[in-house]
């Protein structure tokens, strides 16, 4: 069974910092990646998504990594805001038909 | 843009009710989803459709039931709510089966049952 992990649980930045978040999956036969974003008491929203055939996703300031071989995807989010404070949740596909397992999430907070 | 958009943003019900939640969604999606998210517990798939009028089961089904009459629009019911069913609900659709797609979500439905 496809896990999805997401370390740390928790992060806290100063303003200007560049963010990196990690993303850790078990079973490397993916058909792609998504990375959400969530405001408390809030939807999902999503931020990238990335195929297995692709290295890298551009989106802005957010870069997405994907590394299939060793089971990890790493999201960047350059220079960092107070308004990118969020949870941040990354899933993978368990079938062909488009079911996903979420990550825990990443609860990052971005001081001014 | 995607929208997907849930009936209700705050519900409070009383146990033994039977409770609609609501999730549409404008892009043609085939796919549907229902989650339930819980603090330490995170995102878990209830339900799930391929198409109208066909539904398939989660991780945690029990006490839920779906209906997909057309196509942009899959409700959740709770036939009879308990306090255990306290939890914020969301809607997902994506693009077709077959093919692992974006998923999209709507905006959630905090549903409290007293």
């Known amino acids: 069974k496809q896990e999805v992990t997401q370390i740390p649980a928790a992060l806290s930045v100063p303003e200007g910092e560049n963010l990196v978040l990690n993303c850790s999956f078990t079973?490397?036969?993916?058909?792609?990646l998504q990375w959400f974003r969530q405001d408390p008491g809030k939807g999902l929203t999503s931020l990238l998504l990335?195929?297995?055939?692709?290295r890298e996703q551009t989106s802005g300031r957010l870069n997405a990594s994907l590394d299939k071989s060793s089971g990890r995807s790493t999201l960047y989010i350059a220079a960092s805001q107070p308004g990118d404070s969020a949870t941040y949740l990354c899933?993978?596909?368990?079938?062909?038909?488009?079911?996903?397992?979420f990550g825990a999430g990443t609860q990052v907070v971005v001081t001014p | 843009d995607v929208k997907v958009t849930q009936s209700s943003r705050y519900l409070v019900k009383r146990t033994g009710e039977k409770v609609f939640l609501e999730c549409v969604q404008d892009?043609?999606?085939?796919?549907m989803f229902w989650y339930r998210q819980d603090p330490g517990l995170g995102l878990r798939l209830i339900y799930f459709?391929?198409?109208?009028?066909?539904?398939e089961k989660g991780d945690i089904p029990e006490g839920y039931s779906v209906s997909r009459e057309k196509k942009e629009r899959f409700s959740l019911i709770l036939e009879s709510a308990s306090t255990n069913q306290t939890s914020m609900y969301l809607c997902?659709?994506?693009?077709?089966?077959?093919?692992?797609?974006?998923?999209?979500f709507g905006p959630g439905t905090r549903l409290t049952v007293t």
């Open positions: 990335i195929q297995s055939s692709q």
């Open positions: 079973d490397s036969a993916i058909y792609n």
């Open positions: 997902a659709s994506s693009l077709s089966r077959g093919l692992p797609s974006e998923q999209y």
């Open positions: 892009m043609d999606h085939e796919n």
């Open positions: 459709s391929y198409d109208v009028k066909m539904k």
């Open positions: 899933a993978v596909p368990t079938d062909s038909w488009g079911k996903f397992q």
